[in-house]
C-alpha cells in the first residue's frame, strides 16, 4: 500500500516537471540550465535525474501529454534511480544530461523554424501549426494538424486560382499596351486629368 502510494505521487511529481518543461519549451524560453535548475529545485541525484528525465519527454512529444507518456517517463525515471547507490550513478546522470541537451536544441530549432514560417506567412501549414502551438503552449494533436493541413491546402489552392485570374487579366490588359498598374492607377482617366491640371497652370 505503502509503496503504491509513493508510486503515484512520484508519477504526479513527475508529470508535473513534464508540463512545466514542455510550457516552458513551447513559451520559447530556451534556457535549458535555469530550467534545470528550476525542475530539481537545485538538487543533485535522483530530483536532478527526473529534471532531465522531465526536459526529454517534453522535447520529445509530437502530440498533447498523456498517460502514456508519463508512464514511459516513469519507467525511464525507475531504472536509472535503481542505481543511484552504484558508483556508475553520475555517468548515467551525465547521459540523460546529454540526451536532454540534444532533444531541447531540435525542439528549440523546430519552433524557430516555424516562427520563420508563421513571419513569413502565417496562413502557411508551417506558420499556423506554430500559432497553434504557441496558443497551447504544447504541441498540437494529430486531429489538429489534419484539420489545419487541409484548411490550409484549400487557401493556398484559393490563393494560386486568384494569382491565375490576375495574370489572366494582366495578358489581356497587356495587349492594349497598359499595364494593370497603369490601368488602375496611370490609366486614361488619370492622364486626362493630368492634362487638364497642366492648361490650368498655364
Known amino acids: 500500500m505503502i509503496e503504491r502510494t509513493k508510486a503515484f505521487f512520484a508519477k504526479r511529481l513527475l508529470r508535473q516537471l513534464i508540463e512545466m518543461a514542455t ?4 513559451s520559447e524560453q530556451f534556457d535549458l540550465d535555469s530550467l534545470i535548475k528550476r525542475l530539481s529545485r537545485n538538487q543533485k541525484g535522483i530530483p536532478l535525474l ?5 526536459v526529454q ?7 498533447p501529454l498523456n498517460d502514456a507518456d508519463v508512464e514511459r517517463a516513469m519507467e525511464t525515471a525507475r531504472r536509472s534511480e535503481g542505481h543511484s547507490e552504484s558508483p556508475v550513478f553520475q555517468d548515467i546522470l551525465e547521459v540523460h544530461r546529454e540526451l536532454a ?16 514560417a508563421h513571419k513569413n506567412d502565417k496562413y502557411s501549414f508551417e506558420g499556423t501549426i506554430y ?10 494533436s494529430k486531429e489538429q494538424r489534419a484539420k489545419y493541413e487541409l ?11 486568384i494569382e491565375q ?8 490588359t497587356g495587349r492594349k499596351g497598359v499595364s494593370p498598374l ?13 492634362r487638364r491640371k497642366r492648361r490650368r497652370k498655364k
Open 23 to 26: 510550457e516552458t519549451l513551447y
Open 50 to 54: 527526473r529534471a532531465y528525465v522531465a
Open 57 to 63: 519527454t517534453a522535447a520529445r512529444l509530437s502530440e
Open 101 to 116: 541537451g540534444l532533444y531541447w536544441s531540435e525542439r528549440e530549432l523546430a519552433i524557430l523554424q516555424g516562427k520563420l
Open 131 to 140: 500559432n497553434l502551438q504557441q496558443s497551447n503552449k504544447g504541441p498540437v
Open 151 to 161: 484548411l490550409c491546402k484549400k487557401t493556398a489552392d484559393l490563393n494560386r486560382q
Open 165 to 172: 485570374a490576375e495574370l489572366k487579366a494582366w495578358k489581356r
Open 182 to 194: 497603369q490601368g488602375r492607377i496611370g490609366g486614361p482617366r488619370t492622364e486626362r486629368r493630368d
